[in-house]
């Protein structure tokens, strides 16, 4: 635009275009794709003060100072209508949402309503054209078919904006005179409704709300003002300092309001669109409609409503803040509403676990300026006075404290914990310990917080961070997002998905992260399950969508080190793209995009990154360039793999390198065969390198004399005293002596003999380790045959016979050379005397070939000379032979959970010191007994008899807590680390044996405990029953003991069987209990009291109560009862029993052996 402002600009609907109209008299419209002006319209003959598209039609409305209202067909790009009648500037003019109807405000003080439904009756096709005339239409101030259909006259002063209601047949208007006014309408005329005064200048704008019954309006006196239409009262005043406004607009779908000030603009909402809601487990709680919800997810989308919040304050905000359900209270349903009306309130609610309809819970009412559940019964209040009040379910105060801080709001921080912000910092504190656990900063200050659904990890979000954090506030990660943070939910498998205003991202734990999908609009997402993301609209509509998880699981799985899970994904989750190969060489693992690339140029790549030469082969032959063989070469050159490197100098023809290969290899017979092919090539040089390496003397003769040197040719033969040759040679140098010129010291110029040479069928390949990832695959144990009785020798095809042992190599020789100490039984076994046979080795041919040298042992090797148990193997770094006496100990068929074990074990026993500059560290093992020059050494130990009770301490500790499924990874881990240790004397290993006994009976305990919280309403009685059996695991501590039988016979009794709560009651009347005995020895006696009253059980369970629960065996795969005529079979480590049907299978309690397997059992310390 030239020649002054822009003052009115509209948004078409659908199309990217918009409208403008300015002081030039021009109305201009843009595509902001292309971003530039489509076409002018002319026709105004003065400022142009408004325009806007039609939702409809292809129409734009434009108003000017020229005292009319113009109508565009922007398809035909001319005027179809001059609407006349205004007789002063037209301020604005706006269509109807829906009807036929066009609204215009004029400083003529009037209020002008036209009826276009003659219009579109005659105009509204692309084709109608323009109408005749000079200015577009057929008669400009007679007959028109815009009519006008009411005038409001009522202002007196001009009128500066009128605008339609969206669904109502109402009109506001606001004008120079200071006032609002508010105008109905029907078929046949129109009236003022009512007046609405507050603003003390003109009144610039004024609209109706699309969602909400509100006027706003803006002024010259530098205030919005928002009204109740109902009420027809102000409600709330915006106030700026300097600047006036003059324009205002709402969004039509989302609750955002932009003005336009004298500075600029400001865009706002006038109420918080967050949804009040939470789920836990498959229950979702959530306020709609001023209701709370609660709605089944695995069901259905919609609810159940439980009970009514407060009514709003007005009608712009809903004076709601949060929702939070007791997490901690499995037996009935608490949520606490907060309220931010009245300086802080707080609704709550209590109802009872299943709704079978819509019900109505009435609510206890308290000031709060913040609430949050704390335990089962319990709720913390942050009190307007600073101090924070414990309240119980009947909204009465149990106690009350100071915080450690000045406390500004308060979270859920688990189970008898409260999170306080304080700022920028959150601290969490412990309300039994009266004590600070750890404290975090999060920049901007923490807004909400999101617990995973098993309460391990918890995302702590301000505006545009989020800090995860642990169940102790152990900071994991933190990351910070350009736009807001709108949301967020943990999946099971530990991932944070969580929402921004575009795009829907994930997390992992150690910091990676992506997009998942794009939004059009923002969402609120309030579970991840199964793949599936449950989230809530700003309309408070529940969704589910399936997501797409394949990345983020694949990048957990391969942070997890599950390379099987990694196979799957890469397989079934269309997972492919230079991102994801990227990412892979980032990480580490190269080796794992081979799995899905097919590109043959970038699998070669990446097969020489990894170092895989025989991928690399596979995709060179594929490409066949020259360039390819070259870097294959090279790279197998590095590796020692001779057999590549010949066949790519072959390929390549590169006749001087396969030359000097055979050469430093000692292959002579191929050395021979060059030297023929550079003969029949006719390449001299070739030929006399080739004689030169083979040391053939004659041939270099010959190859001088044919090239005409005859002087070298016969100084050559006469050094090398060829006598068959001088007299030829001589007699052509005509009497020249060369004899002359051969020095004193010459020498024999021999090929070097190498120091070793292959042996027939050996390929001479430099021999490679093998990785730790290698020999924990999961197929090391599948199908592998036991290893031979017979010895091979060393020098019998090598290759063969490790492919024979499976993975176990030759350790069946230490092994088998046990027994025979320990007893002559063992027939012709005795003969293996090992110990002498060993060092009588002989030396003579390597003394053949030159000078000896012998290097001393390492300190590995003194330490496994004198004692070759686990953990003194995996202390030396010998995996595989560790896990080969494991099995044939313990019948070991999973070595997976021992992967992280053997590593923490061998990074214990290993130190380093850097060494110079670009020089390699100095790696010094630790030592518990004896140094390094030591002859007798032992190493450090990393899992001891100490360590490993400390372990089973803490599980014990967690089972107090009820944590059992967190218990049980401890305990099964301390269980695991057993054979990884050595006992220093009798007394030591006793207490080894006894652990492996104690940790058996404290999984069992705790896999039972997790099992039967798993089992649904419906199966009462096996509850019941598994009860029952944790009442037979000989758990260690008394205080469990006691706790499984109060559990045992509670779960009975409720279920109404009488007599087996009965037996669980005497039997606690019966025991020693201690301290804690004084509190359930009085309600076991109720129990049995009463129990002996009904004397009956309503569920027939498998467990007898009069028997001896010591006496019975519970089967650990199936968790039922084993008879006493029944076969039993028993884990070889663990001596977990079980059920005949699971031998062969793998022991779920330690989850390390063969169940039934024939092994010579556990040894922690040398016969």
């Known amino acids: 635009h030239e020649g002054g402002p822009v003052r009115g600009v509209g948004f078409h609907m659908t199309q990217p275009l918009f409208v403008s109209g300015g002081d030039d008299y021009k109305i201009k419209v843009w595509n902001y794709k292309m971003r530039r002006c489509i076409f002018t319209l002319l026709g105004h003959l003065d400022y142009i003060r408004t325009v806007e598209f039609h939702d409809e039609y292809p129409w734009i409305l434009s108003s000017s100072d020229d005292q009319t209202i113009r109508i565009w067909n922007w398809q035909s790009r001319a005027c179809i209508a001059v609407l006349t009648g205004h007789n002063h500037y037209v301020m604005c003019a706006h269509f109807h949402p829906k009807e036929d109807l066009i609204v215009s405000a004029s400083l003529d003080q009037t209020v002008r309503v036209w009826d276009t439904s003659g219009l579109r009756e005659k105009r509204v096709s692309i084709g109608s054209g323009a109408p005749s005339g000079p200015q577009g239409g057929g008669d400009v101030f007679g007959t028109s078919d815009a009519v006008v259909k009411y005038v409001l006259e009522g202002h007196e002063r001009g009128v500066n904006w009128a605008s339609f209601h969206p669904t109502l047949p109402l009109i506001v208007s606001g004008a120079d005179d200071r006032l609002i006014k508010l ?44 009204w109740d239409v109902t009420r027809r009262t102000g409600i709330h005043t915006f106030r700026r300092e300097n600047d006036r406004f003059w324009v205002l607009v709402a969004h039509r779908s989302s609750n955002l309001v932009a003005v336009g000030h004298d500075a600029g603009m400001v865009v706002f909402k006038l109420d918080c669109e967050r949804p009040l809601a939470q789920s836990h487990g498959n229950h979702l709680y959530v306020v709609q409609d001023r209701d709370v919800h609660v709605i089944d997810l695995d069901k259905q989308l919609t609810g159940k409503r439980m009970a009514s919040c407060r009514r709003a304050s007005n009608a712009m905000t809903s004076g709601m803040k949060s929702l939070q359900f007791n997490s901690h209270n499995s037996s009935e349903i608490n949520t606490l509403v907060f309220y931010t009306q009245d300086d802080g309130c707080y609704d709550l609610f209590v109802g009872p676990n299943q ?187 529940v969704n589910k969508q399936r997501l797409n998880s394949s990345e983020y699981l694949f990048k957990l799985a391969l942070h997890r080190r599950q390379f099987n899970d990694v196979k799957m994904w890469i397989t079934n989750g269309r997972i492919c793209g230079n991102a994801v190969i990227g990412y892979l060489k980032q990480k580490g693992f190269p080796e794992v995009a081979l799995h899905f690339v097919e590109d043959q140029q970038t699998r070669f790549n990446l097969a020489l990154e990894y170092g895989h030469i025989e991928e690399a082969m596979t995709a060179a032959q594929e490409i066949n360039e020259p360039a390819s063989w070259n870097r294959l070469g090279l790279e197998a050159l590095r590796q020692g793999n001779q057999q590549i490197v010949e066949m790519v100098y072959q390929k390549t023809k590169n006749f001087d390198a396969l030359s000097f290969l055979y050469l430093i290899t000692g292959d002579i017979n191929k050395l021979k065969k060059m030297l023929k092919i550079a003969e029949m090539r006719q390449d001299v040089m070739s030929r006399f390198n080739n004689a030169l390496m083979l040391g053939a003397i004659d041939e270099r003769v010959k190859i001088m004399a044919e090239m005409g040197q005859i002087p070298l040719a016969a100084l050559t033969a006469k050094a090398h005293n060829l006598t068959e040759y001088v007299a ?93 100490v320990a007893g002559a039984d063992w027939g012709d076994m005795g003969d293996l005397d090992l110990g002498e046979d060993l060092p009588a080795v002989d030396v003579a041919p390597v003394a053949e070939q030159g000078s000896t040298l012998t290097v001393g042992d390492s300190v590995e090797g003194k ?79 990393r899992f001891t008899s100490k360590a490993i009770i400390e372990k089973v301490k803490d599980g014990q500790k967690l089972t107090t807590g009820g944590k059992f499924a967190d218990a049980l990874g401890i305990f099964r881990s301390a269980l695991q680390a057993i054979p990884l240790s050595a006992a220093t004397d009798a007394t030591d290993e006793k207490n080894l044996l006894d652990m492996i006994e104690c940790a058996r009976e404290y999984v069992n305990f705790t896999r039972l405990e997790v099992a039967r919280k798993q089992l649904g309403p419906e199966a009462l009685a096996r509850n019941i029953e598994m009860a029952a059996y944790l009442t037979c695991c000989k758990v260690q501590s008394k205080t469990h003991q006691c706790l499984a039988l109060q559990l045992a016979m509670f779960t009975s009794f409720k279920a109404q069987n009488f007599v087996t709560a009965a037996s669980f009651a005497r039997r606690i009347v019966q025991g020693s209990w201690g301290d804690q005995g004084a509190a359930i020895v009085p309600k076991a006696k109720q129990v049995l009291a009463q129990a002996e009253k009904t004397a009956s059980d309503a569920h027939a369970i498998n467990f007898d109560a009069r028997g001896s629960a010591e006496a019975l065996n519970v089967c650990q795969g199936s968790f039922k009862l084993i008879g006493a005529s029944d076969a039993v079979a028993q884990c070889p480590f663990c001596a977990s029993k079980y059920l005949a049907s699971y031998k062969g299978k793998l022991c779920e309690t330690c989850q390390l052996s063969e169940i039934g397997a024939n092994t010579l059992g556990i040894q922690l310390r040398p016969l």
């Open 863 to 941: 330490w496994l000379r004198a004692r070759k148990l686990p953990a003194d193997l995996v202390a030396a770094g010998e995996f595989e032979e560790a896990l080969g006496l494991l099995k044939r100990r313990l019948g070991l068929i999973n070595a997976e959970p021992l992967e992280p074990l053997f590593k923490e074990a061998y990074w214990a026993t290993r130190s380093s010191l850097p060494g110079p500059p670009q020089a390699p560290s100095l790696h010094w093992p630790l030592l518990a007994e004896g140094n390094p020059k030591s002859r007798d050494v032992v190493p450090v130990i």
């Open 728 to 820: 030829k040679l001589e007699e052509q140098l005509e009497g020249t002596e060369v004899s002359a010129h051969i020095p004193g010291n010459a020498r024999l110029l021999a090929p070097p003999v190498p120091l070793c040479r292959p042996k027939a069928g050996d390929p001479g390949n430099w021999p490679l380790l093998r990785s730790v990832k290698q020999i924990f695959e999961k197929t090391t144990f599948e199908n592998v045959p036991l290893p031979p009785d017979n010895f091979m020798d060393a020098m019998e095809e090598p290759e063969q016979t490790e492919k024979d042992a499976g993975m176990w190599g030759d350790d069946d020789v230490t092994a088998g050379a046990e027994p025979v």
């Open 355 to 541: 709704l079978s309809g819509d019900t109505h819970v009435s609510a206890k009412h308290g000031n709060a300026k913040a609430v949050t559940f704390t335990a089962r019964n319990r709720f913390a209040v942050l009190q307007h006075s600073g101090s924070i009040g414990i309240y119980n379910l009947q909204n009465e105060l149990s106690k009350k404290f100071d915080p450690p801080m000045p406390t500004d709001y308060i979270f859920q921080g688990g189970n008898n914990r409260i999170l306080l912000k304080s700022e920028e910092k959150i601290v969490m504190y412990d309300l039994t310990a009266r004590k600070v656990v750890d404290e975090v900063v999060v920049a901007g200050g923490v807004r909400y917080t999101i617990w995973s659904q098993n309460g391990q990890y918890v995302a702590l979000m301000s505006k545009h961070n989020v800090l995860l954090a642990g169940k102790n506030l152990e900071y994991y990660h933190s990351f910070h997002e350009n736009i807001r943070v709108k949301s967020g939910a943990w999946d099971e498998n530990g991932v944070f998905i969580y929402s921004t205003l575009s795009h829907v991202k994930y997390c992992l734990p150690n910091g990676d992260s992506g997009i998942i999908y794009s939004l059009a609009t923002p969402i609120y997402i309030m579970r991840v399950h199964k793949q599936f993301i449950y989230f809530i609209d700003r309309e408070h509509n």
């Open 183 to 226: 105008w109905r309408m029907n078929d046949s005329k129109a009236w003022e409704v009512d007046t609405l005064r507050g603003h003390f200048n003109n009144v610039s704008c004024c609209l109706f709300h699309p969602k909400k019954d509100l006027i706003l309006s803006n002024s010259e006196d530098r205030t919005i003002r928002v």
